[in-house]
């Protein structure tokens, strides 16, 4: 680092040197390597004082001090930033790609690599090092992941808004605005094996497409609330189930052709709500999930396989994927000094050899 300034005047009063202003620097790396501290600067009071600094790479405070004739002080700071130059593709200089910050809703213009989305104590810049998704709490632990489908025909169905009226063992799954009637489905996944206090990373339903439809539509998946999910049965309407609070809007790609079970057929990320409905307090290991699509008048729709689709064959029907962890409780590691023992005694003069070991449950013994 270098500094630059004017020669002090040695022709100077004496008691004008107190009144020179000087600089000082912090930061996480010593200070000399911003600053050679303190700096005086020719500027008596009124008049100002000025360096030349090409400061390091981080962030620093620099501080500009003065004191007067009398022994009184003033001080004052700013905060400097010193970024890498942008690279192509990374326009901000923050070590993140644009294409990924883009992907995952940052801004490419900022720098903001230290910034934590998720709270999840991983910054922006370690999640892209990762591998992992910024916007999404990442827990310790290994992630385990679990595929169920509609087990019977009892365990997907449709209510017509207008009428009231519940089909169960029905071939087809219309969600929602089909030929000017609006259509409630149900899901019901049985056998969950996940304990309230996992963490759903990722979750989703696989449908298989029963019907080719290129028109826009906008679908609101909403969770069933509490534990006690039913089958589905003609005398209980699916719109009088309590919901979650947590809902996914869903606006699905074109489907193209009938039997397609891709991306396309694929809802978003459930995990709010699937997290909604683990949390709750009867929730146990092993309990059901109950997942309604609704719609608006003229927000199109999708057709989809139903269970009963061949027969009471569940080759095409629903599957929800859940991908999921239990997070692991970090405990303070353990270390011991085995020698020399405590209270050794040595002449002056003399090596001494010390041996520590440590041990940690979470990253192994040293």
Partial sequence: MTAQRGPLDSSEPAADINRLIVFTASSPIPAAEVLPPPILVDGLLGTGGTISVVPTLGTHTITATVTDSGGELATAAITIIVNPPPSPGDQDGDGIPDEYELAYGLNPLVYDSDLDPDGDGVSSLEE??????????????????????????NDDAEEDILSGIVYTGTTRLKMADFQGSLQLVGL????????????IADAWIQFTADGADSSAASLLIEGEAGNSVNTFRPSTPISTRDRTVANVNWEPAEWVNI????IDQRTPNLAPILMEIINDDGWTEGDSVGLII????????RVADAHNISGSSVATAAILHIDYLYPTTNTAPLVTLTAPTDGFT?????????????????????
Wanted: proline share 3%.
């Fill in 259 to 262: 039997g397609d079970a891709g």
């Fill in 188 to 199: 019901r996944f049985n056998g969950i094996p996940i304990a309230s206090g996992a963490v």
């Fill in 128 to 153: 892209f090092q990762n591998g992992t998704n910024p916007v999404v709490f990442d827990a310790q632990g290994v992630e385990q992941s679990f595929d169920v489908q509609i087990a019977t025909l």
């Fill in 346 to 366: 040595v002449a002056t003069g003399n090596t001494v050899d010390f041996t520590a070991t440590a041990t940690d449950d979470q990253d192994g013994d040293e």
């Fill in 294 to 301: 609704s719609g608006s008048a003229g927000t199109g729709r």
